[in-house]
């Protein structure tokens, strides 16, 4: 599917009579980005131990190689990585089919000079699209994909693939990139480079994301500790009570009881020259 998404923004900068210009940089943007996906899926699976390697340089493939290499996460937390893999990798496959059954109707419509351009006055400025006129009866066909196949079939299904590819994505990153999986699901699935983020990650160890919080909760645990101990402070995890020798009573001048049980006396009394109201002084009266 990346590389009907490259095809369609290079499709931005070229003319429509020029399709085939849009499917050849797309091509070769698909082909660079897949090797990196390939070597990044070859190298995490060689050092998992996992069979079958030479699928990760397989177009379809590659995708249930993918919920493979995630299998150390469920999705949901119950469903088998490999499942919604498999699941994907066979509507990618149909997915490529009708896309490329539509980019072959397109070009054939182009070619017979049936599709034309019209220009129309907008809120912000002139709007064109493309209508088809004068089909002939042998690309009949044609027109119907031209007009059907995209708005009602293909982009139904893709968003039900997008759906599985999150959830694929996901748990592959939370696997291999567990601190930043959600950055990375997010911009693979916006932007057809997540080839690039399966390269960067091929050298990190795969690990169940229970696992990684448990170990960053403890981290962050053995962190605080560190804290409090270094700045002389009791440990509220420890359960420690005060350091008797550190500990310094603001109140300990009061007559009230301290920690040991013996009674302090009380300290002078600030407003003594006011009068205390035993003699009579008491300046309110």
Same mark, same amino acid.
């Given at each position: ?24 940089? #797309? ?10 996906? $390939? ?27 993918? +919920? ?8 949901? +937390? ?18 490529? #089919?009708? @896309? ?12 017979? $000079? ?25 690309? +009949? ?31 592959? @990153? ?16 916006? @932007?057809?480079?997540? #080839? ?77 020259? @006011?009068?205390? +109201? ?8």
């Amino acid at each position: 599917m990346d590389f009907f998404k490259y095809a369609l923004y290079a499709l931005q900068w070229v003319d429509t009579q020029q399709l085939w210009v849009s499917l050849l940089v #797309g091509g070769i943007c698909f082909a660079l980005v897949f090797i990196f996906q $390939g070597i990044g899926l070859y190298v995490i699976a060689a050092r998992e131990g996992v069979r079958h390697k030479w699928m990760a340089f397989v177009p379809f493939a590659n995708t249930y190689f993918i +919920g493979v290499l995630a299998k150390k996460n469920r999705v949901f +937390g119950k469903v088998d990585t490999q499942k919604f893999a498999l699941v994907a990798a066979v509507l990618e496959c149909v997915l490529f #089919g009708g @896309f490329l059954l539509y980019y072959i109707a397109h070009y054939k419509l182009i070619d017979a $000079g049936c599709v034309y351009e019209v220009i129309e006055d907008g809120h912000y400025g002139p709007v064109s699209h493309f209508v088809l006129k004068h089909v002939p009866p042998e690309l +009949g066909w044609a027109a119907w994909c031209y007009e059907m196949l995209y708005d009602y079939i293909l982009s139904w299904m893709y968003l039900v693939f997008l759906f599985l590819q999150i959830m694929v994505l996901s748990a592959f @990153f939370q696997t291999y990139a567990a601190r930043r999986y959600f950055l990375f699901t997010l911009v693979s699935v916006l @932007f057809p480079i997540q #080839g690039i983020f399966i390269f960067a990650v091929r050298k990190n160890f795969g690990m169940g994301y229970r696992d990684y919080m448990r170990v960053e909760q403890e981290r962050q645990y053995r962190m605080y500790q560190q804290y409090y101990q270094q700045n002389g402070n009791f440990d509220p995890y420890n359960s420690q009570p005060p350091r008797q020798n550190n500990y310094n009573d603001p109140y300990q001048n009061n007559n009230f009881n301290n920690q040991n049980g013996n009674v302090q006396s009380a300290p002078d009394d600030p407003f003594s020259g @006011f009068g205390n +109201g035993k003699n009579g002084d008491d300046p309110f009266n």
